[in-house]
């Protein structure tokens, strides 16, 4: 028996006007999805722990099996695990990402606003040597030293930072990709003195960056900038319970970003990253699903982390959120259970969104998220309903994504 998870980070969504009050998964054309979920079980789960901000960090925690309320203790460690790195006792990290703030440049820094959390989807190579040039800086440098900051470039918008003894007791720092288009005021670090340490750190990259050449050059193309950094998702460590212990089974989790192949590394699972998987809707879908039937081969588990849906909601793209979700279910899905099938597997299959993104503001929600499982082996009719989330308020409720686990490997 083979076990499989899909993940199509943030594609569920709330009714748009745009599309006469349905949601993009109602609108979307994926045949195998809805033919999977009418032969399967189609219900609600609530991935976000109440009290929790809306995250993919504590909705995938949870659905690995892992409760949040025990075992978060900020997202940026998860990712830190990605690569082997262990954060050193006393120390804290962050997630930098590179963003676009827009404004006026000698207006107060308050009151610039973020335009992007992604500078643009900066590519890796431009995003690595500007946060290496930043922290080269003598400017920066001296403040950064000063306060025990270093910076790990991540390949991606998506950097972290380490800061030997950092103080995150009361801090705030908010997600930048939850207030796109605001005011960076009443979202910049508060609630204790180190986060007077990181604004300043901030404010000089904005200076620094901003007309740095290669923001220049990316400004003449059409493209925005990537003339700022943003500290968020603090954490002190991370420690998470062993997947196969729990659940009898090995294999790992194919994905392009670090905080999948972090949680992998965590409870025990393969991480497999793709060459050609960019994190966003133009993603290598074949190459990844080739990926997950590998590892199948020799293992019984293997997840499947779609980013897709999440960074086009996050960019205002409905066409491409839509396109994400229709590559999942027949470039995806379709072939992957097809293969399957061909070698005579029996297979499990546990398709969901992670939480919801909404279009209407780029944000994360934190209301329940459909999910389908379909066995391979049932022969008798399930939910007779495509995957949406108004059919899955129709089938059984989960009241926390670790019950997920349980039901997917239940015999």
């Known amino acids: 028996m083979k076990y499989i998870l899909i993940i199509g980070d943030g594609m569920a969504d709330d009714p748009l006007p745009e599309l006469g009050g349905r949601t993009p998964l109602e609108v979307c054309d994926k045949p195998f999805f809805d033919s999977l979920s009418e032969r399967g079980v189609l219900g609600l789960v609530q991935t976000i722990p109440e009290g929790f901000p809306p995250g993919s960090d504590t909705a995938i925690m949870s659905i690995f099996g892992c409760d949040p309320v025990k075992y978060f203790s900020g997202r940026a460690p998860l990712e830190l695990a990605a690569s082997g790195e262990a954060l050193p006792e006393?120390?804290?990290?962050?997630?930098?990402n590179m963003v676009t703030l827009g404004g006026d440049e000698v207006e107060p820094f308050a009151e610039r606003t973020m335009i992007s959390h992604s500078a643009g989807s900066i590519e890796g190579d431009e995003s690595d040597e500007l946060v290496t040039w930043l922290f080269a800086q003598p400017e920066f440098k001296a403040l950064a030293d000063a306060a025990?900051?270093?910076?790990?470039?991540?390949?991606?918008?998506r950097h972290l930072a380490v800061q030997a003894g950092g103080d995150i007791a009361g801090i705030v720092l908010a997600p930048p990709h939850d207030h796109l288009n605001e005011?960076?005021?009443?979202?910049?670090?508060?609630?204790?003195?180190?986060a007077e340490v990181l604004l300043e750190l901030m404010e000089k990259a904005n200076e620094l960056l901003e007309h740095h050449p290669i923001?220049?050059?990316?400004?003449?193309?059409?493209?925005?900038?990537?003339?700022g950094v943003w500290f968020w998702a603090e954490g002190k460590?991370?420690?998470l319970p062993n997947f196969t212990e729990?659940?009898?089974?090995t294999g790992g989790v194919v994905s392009a970003v670090p905080l999948c192949h972090g949680i992998a590394v965590l409870v025990g699972l393969e991480p497999v990253s793709i060459p050609t998987a960019t994190g966003e809707w133009d993603t290598d879908y074949e190459a990844k699903t080739a990926a997950a039937l590998e590892l199948l081969r020799n293992h019984d588990f293997a997840a499947v982390h779609l980013e897709g849906p999440d960074e086009a909601t996050h960019n205002h793209d409905l066409e491409h959120k839509i396109y994400s979700v229709e590559c999942l279910s027949e470039r995806v899905a379709k072939p992957l259970c097809a293969e399957l099938k061909a070698r005579g597997e029996d297979f499990r299959l546990l398709i969901l969104s992670d939480h919801r993104t909404f279009m209407r503001n780029g944000a994360h929600g934190a209301t329940p998220v459909p999910f389908m499982i379909y066995d391979s082996r049932e022969r008798e009719s399930g939910s007779g309903l495509g995957y949406t989330e108004k059919n899955g308020e129709h089938g059984p409720f989960l009241n926390s994504g670790t019950e997920l686990m349980p039901m997917l490997f239940s015999k």
């Open 90 to 96: 006393g120390a804290a990290c962050y997630r930098c």
């Open 148 to 157: 025990g900051m270093s910076v790990r470039p991540g390949s991606s918008f």
């Open 183 to 194: 005011k960076i005021g009443p979202i910049l670090p508060r609630g204790n003195k180190n």
């Open 215 to 227: 923001n220049e050059k990316r400004r003449a193309e059409g493209r925005l900038p990537a003339n």
């Open 237 to 239: 460590g991370a420690r």
């Open 246 to 249: 729990h659940y009898g089974a």
